[in-house]
């Protein structure tokens, strides 16, 4: 390593010093910091990484600091070999550009990339798209209100946000655009500040402030006085003081979107395969040529990393780890449909000073109308830790409760967790490899890395042009892709000329959402076909009300094994080992009736 | 849009019943419908015996005591239709329904019997921290995989409450040679009827954790293990005591919930307690020409009342339709007195009926030597000793007609007694 900055290094040693961590070893490349050394708990380990990113001249940073104590988990799981009548296809021996990790961004690329003539293959590790932070999200399109000023997230936000009404268009995705309330409330100002000073910072000094925060980044919005905003939502507080109305603000369902992007992206001719894992990377004289997996090897001369949280461990595969991704984690509580109609606009309360383990966070709504709380946030060293405690589901259902106080809690149906993909620097990180050429990372994609894929994707394909890939248009490019009926929301007529297409959208099988095997079958014979429990879930609903598949599972497993040609004990919820049932002697009867 | 008299919605044991009550009470255009592909709800997976004590006198197996119903019903002329789905009722009982074969349905009916029964609590209206992976399955998901798909759900359990079903499944997973390594329940007393702690935890040496809970599931693609604790008299787990156990299946037994979606939609009122519809002694709801039996109404403990409070129910819509009920100048309200928790019915509404109005109750706390007064404006109507009255287990009592009659004002109350000795 070349320490050309060791005025850098000093001031870092010195304060971690101060900080009580003086044999953190610390040294630079280029304008990245990496620290190596122990520390007693992973809090520290994360305290370390943002102190050394605050430094000026600091790009990024590579910690490898470990916590006591904290051993990586290793994946039990066991890569059994499924085949299924139509799933898995052989992997090319070549392409032009692979995509490593099938989330909404490596999605929004490949469909990006889908418009040239080139052969792109995208790779996920797990059985579907999107299984990662883009199925865990608050599902909001924000308009880059909550970031700060000069930051690429911003940038990419406010450039992406008005683009999504027509995407969600062409790809056939529930997207609802109900603007979001901030509220000031008497809690507004905690702390010692007297109520009277605090009441009217609230009243008349922020919503200006907060206005022109959102003007700039190209939205409307309008201050909301107190008997309106309770006209607007009835439900609301009654400490509630005024609001601003962003009408900007909407509600994509990221699931659906994501499955969307990669079925489009396929069919304009790109290839996503699932279940194939990234083991390494293929780097000679300083270029990519190519990636190993656990189907094959491909070889391309451009490799986009969008792997999400364990971007960084694609990375140094590539010997390009100029970052490392610290997971924090978020809960979500989702509510019964039943409370559908007590909040109708996206709510977030403003509260000074701002606790750093609370930021983001709302009161908010699924395109489907579930309501849901959250998320929260929390450093955790897993990467796929995402079990959630009493504590956590105490803490989001305490925090939202002033917003809305008298919600019921027994109307919960569902919480979950998704892990946020930061780096130290807090900024999307989407640069050419140093030292690599050919290899892109873009990583560091966290809130509002949903809203700003469409624009995260148009700036890699700028960047890979620069690095000299040649993109000639295709003529024949089809944005618009078409999804599968969603039975429950068709007129009286519509449903019946579907049941007359085809009688299996005449029977229902998810009882909760109203979910039909029409759209179930279709579900599994898409573009990118569902092939676990889960995948038709995301597809259909089925299985995501109130009883939580208790109705539907039976069903939709038997439908899954007849469709797929494969046992039933083959039939996966969300992957490998996650198999619904165990060989056994029981006898088998029925079958017929799924 | 089709017109008919009856329509009944559910063909689980209390849908049979009434369609079969409405049509012999002189009624003949009666539809029943049903979601899954046969009639007898979750009779057919229950192939344990215990039915039908009360209203056969002998004991039956779920399915067997589905096939009488079923045999019933084929000799009357209701129209059952199966793979049928209602996604809307409104207050004009106007209903619209799908099946595969007739598509979209739109009937217009002179009375509704709702007869939906009720559904599992799952681990996340319990609260149930941890992961999400595959292998937690509420009892009656894997009673359907084990006794109608014939599916093993797993080999090594842990079961969560001890409700009659998950009992039972103890029983059954550990006779289709799974081990069930405990059965976990937060009260400190069972949940579900004596002789099943009897018969299917005893008799196979289960053992049941009273005071118990589980804490953490872990596991990320299937369930690996739980974490499970004793709990304190207010039900919070005591750090101290938690231990983990290695499993890769969680059964969860922790209740009922009345399935009233479509009851709501149609206006009905609902009861805080019970969870489904305040009815009266017709088991009419607050909707006048809906009528309600069965789970949906409360919980039963036994498939023979559900199967009586359907026979009224079915009597009740055929009386309405022949416009023979009287009602009486004021509605009796029924009050739930000491040591009782809920009633149903819940109100008295009309009056010369033709036989007994069976009441039926739940205590809030377990009591030995007791009487049961019913009362009404402080003068006793009827009394009743029971030996032991607990919470889980239903009290019935029957008052005749002429003592409601009898009742001037507006209130009948239940109370729960110490007897002296």
């Known amino acids: ?594 | 849009m089709h017109e008919v008299d009856v329509v009944v919605i559910g063909g689980g044991p209390a849908g049979m019943a009434a369609a079969i009550s409405a049509y012999e009470s002189g009624i003949e255009d009666v539809w029943l419908l049903e979601r899954d592909y046969w009639v007898g709800g979750i009779l057919p997976q229950c192939i344990h015996d215990g039915f039908g004590n009360f209203v056969f006198g002998e004991m039956l197996t779920g399915s067997e005591y589905a096939q009488r119903y079923i045999n019933k019903l084929r000799e009357t002329g209701v129209k059952v239709r199966p793979n049928t789905m209602v996604l809307k009722i409104d207050q004009n009982r106007e209903i619209t329904a799908v099946n595969p074969s007739d598509g979209l349905i739109e009937v217009k009916a002179k009375t509704i019997i709702l007869s939906m029964g009720c559904r599992e609590r799952t681990r996340y209206q319990v609260l149930i921290p941890g992961s999400r992976p595959a292998g937690i399955y509420t009892a009656g998901v894997i009673q359907r995989y084990i006794n109608i798909e014939g599916l093993m759900p797993g080999k090594k359990v842990v079961i969560l409450g001890s409700g009659d079903v998950g009992m039972i499944m103890a029983r059954r997973l550990t006779l289709e040679g799974a081990k069930v390594k405990g059965v976990y329940e937060i009260m400190k007393t069972p949940g579900g009827l004596t002789r099943n702690v009897v018969q299917c935890l005893e008799d196979y040496n289960i053992p049941l954790h009273l005071s118990h809970t589980i804490t953490n599931i872990t596991g990320r693609y299937r369930v690996e293990g739980v974490t499970v604790a004793e709990v304190d008299p207010e039900l919070r787990p005591i750090k101290e005591t938690e231990r983990y156990v290695p499993c890769d299946t969680v059964v969860l037994s922790v209740g009922l919930i009345p399935e009233n979606e479509l009851s709501k939609m149609a206006g009905v009122e609902i009861e805080e307690k019970t969870k489904g519809p305040a009815v009266d002694e017709q088991m009419q709801t607050s909707v006048p020409g809906i009528f309600a039996c069965g789970n949906v109404v409360n919980v039963y403990d036994l498939v023979d009342d559900v199967s009586e409070s359907a026979e009224r129910a079915g009597k009740g819509a055929a009386a309405s339709i022949g416009g023979k009920l009287e009602r009486r100048k004021t509605p009796i309200r029924v009050k739930t007195g000491r040591n009782v928790n809920y009633i149903v019915p819940q109100i008295i509404r009309n009056k010369n009926l033709n036989e007994s109005t069976r009441f039926y109750f739940r205590v809030k706390e377990t009591e030995k030597s007791v009487r049961v007064v019913v009362s009404a404006n402080g003068d006793k109507l009827l009394e009743k000793r029971e030996r032991i009255v607990r919470p889980p287990e239903m009290v019935r009592i029957n008052v005749p007609p002429d003592t409601l009659d009898k009742i001037k004002g507006d209130e009948l109350t239940i109370d729960v007694e110490e007897r002296k000795k």
């Open chain 1, 1 to 594: 390593m070349n320490d050309k900055n060791p005025r850098v290094i000093k001031k870092i040693q010195k304060t971690f010093a101060k900080m009580s961590f003086p044999n953190i070893e610390v040294s630079l490349e280029g304008d990245v910091v990496h620290l190596e050394g122990s520390v007693d708990s992973w809090d520290d380990v994360v305290r370390l990484g943002y102190q050394a990113g605050k430094f000026k001249g600091v790009g990024e940073v590579v910690n490898n600091v470990k916590a006591k104590g904290v051993v990586p988990k290793k994946e039990t799981r066991q890569k059994k070999k499924l085949t299924t009548k139509i799933y898995p296809p052989k992997l090319p021996k070549k392409a032009d550009v692979v995509v490593v990790g099938g989330g909404v961004v490596g999605c929004c690329i490949a469909r990006e990339l889908s418009r040239y003539n080139l052969e792109v293959v995208l790779l996920e590790k797990e059985w579907d798209v999107g299984m990662g932070a883009s199925k865990a999200n608050s599902a909001q399109v924000h308009t880059g209100i909550g970031e700060d000023s000069g930051t690429l997230k911003k940038e990419l936000c406010a450039k992406s946000w008005p683009m999504y009404e027509k995407l969600t268009e062409e790809l056939d995705v529930p997207y609802l655009r109900n603007g979001l309330l901030v509220v000031m409330t008497k809690d507004t100002f905690s702390g010692k500040m007297p109520s009277f000073v605090g009441n009217f910072l609230s009243k008349y000094l922020i919503p200006p402030f907060v206005v022109r925060k959102g003007k700039i980044v190209g939205d409307k919005p309008r201050v909301v006085k107190r008997k309106e905003l309770l006209e607007m939502e009835p439900n609301l507080t009654p400490r509630a003081l005024v609001g601003v109305f962003h009408p900007g603000y909407a509600l994509v369902c990221p699931f659906r979107l994501t499955i969307a992007l990669a079925e489009n992206a396929i069919q304009n001719g790109a290839k996503v395969f699932l279940d194939t894992e990234v083991t390494g990377v293929l780097v000679e004289d300083k270029k990519v040529e190519g990636v190993v997996t656990n189907r094959g090897m491909i070889e391309a001369s451009f490799v986009i990393n969008a792997a999400g949280v364990f971007s960084d461990d694609v990375a140094a595969m590539a010997g390009a780890k100029e970052f490392t991704i610290h997971p924090r984690k978020g809960v979500i509580l989702l509510f019964d449909k039943e409370m559908e109609s007590y909040i109708t606009h996206q709510v977030s309360l403003l509260k000074f000073p701002r606790d750093p383990h609370t930021k983001g966070g709302a009161v908010l709504m699924t395109v489907d109308g579930n309501i849901n709380w959250g998320p929260s946030a929390v450093e955790i060293p897993d990467k796929n830790g995402r079990e959630v405690s009493k504590e956590e589901i105490d803490w989001v259902f305490e925090k939202y409760s002033s917003a809305l106080p008298n919600f019921p809690k027994s109307s919960i149906i569902k919480f979950f967790s998704g892990i946020r993909a930061p780096t130290y620097k807090e900024d999307f990180y989407i640069k050419p490899a140093k030292n690599v050429r050919g290899f892109v990372n873009v990583a560091g994609i966290q809130s509002p890395g949903l809203t700003a894929a469409p624009a995260i994707a148009e700036l890699a394909l700028d960047i890979l042009r620069e690095q000299g890939l040649e993109m000639e248009e295709k003529e024949d490019f089809n944005p618009v892709r078409e999804g599968i009926p969603i039975f429950e929301k068709l007129s009286s007529e519509k449903k019946r000329e579907q049941i007359e297409q085809n009688p299996l959208y005449g029977k229902i099988v998810c009882r909760c959402e109203h979910v039909t095997e029409g759209e179930i079958v279709d579900a599994i014979h898409s573009p990118l076909p569902a092939v676990t429990v889960d995948a038709v879930k995301y597809r259909t609903r089925a299985g995501s009300g109130r009883c939580q598949a208790g109705f539907c599972g039976p069903r939709v497993a038997r439908i899954l094994a007849r469709e797929l040609g494969i046992s039933e004990e083959e039939v996966m919820q969300k992957g490998d080992g996650s198999n619904l049932f165990m060989k056994s002697k029981v006898r088998k009867r029925g079958g017929k009736h799924a």
